[in-house]
Nanobody, 121 residues
Framework: QVQLVESGGGLVQAGGSLRLSCAAS????????MGWFRQVPGKEREFVAS??????????VYGDSVKGRFTISRDNAKNTVNLQMNSLKPEDTAIYYC????????????WGQGTQVTVSS
């Protein structure tokens, strides 16, 4: 029974910053990749960022629209991932979803309920 809970969304002015967090919980849950997606009503879901890790290294990937502005990170002890969003633009307005996969899986297995981010102009 894996659960992902997002937090940190809200209303911010253009040029401002927000920090989203995703807390993962569940018995026997073991992951090696988590990420963020976003979706505007009526539009296709968009990849934002992901982070994957092993015993020796980690890797981050960003969507083209957020490169240089967003940073994804992981807190091993708390089993959370964060998304630091800087220089926010109105086009960043969306519902942001956290996702995770079981270790070694080919796709994301679990999804959170989402948190709203609204950027005013």
């Amino acid at each position: 029974q894996v659960q992902l809970v997002e937090s940190g969304g809200g209303l911010v002015q253009a040029g401002g910053s927000l920090r989203l967090s995703c807390a993962a919980s569940g018995r026997s849950f073991s992951s090696d990749k988590m990420g963020w997606f976003r979706q505007v009503p009526g539009k296709e879901r968009e990849f934002v960022a992901s982070i994957s890790w092993s015993w020796s290294s980690s890797n981050t990937v960003y969507g083209d629209s957020v490169k240089g502005r967003f940073t994804i990170s992981r807190d091993n002890a708390k089993n959370t991932v964060n998304l630091q969003m800087n220089s926010l633009k109105p086009e960043d307005t969306a519902i942001y979803y956290c996702a995770a996969r079981n270790r070694g899986a080919v796709k994301f297995d679990y999804w959170g309920q989402g948190t709203q981010v609204t950027v005013s102009s």
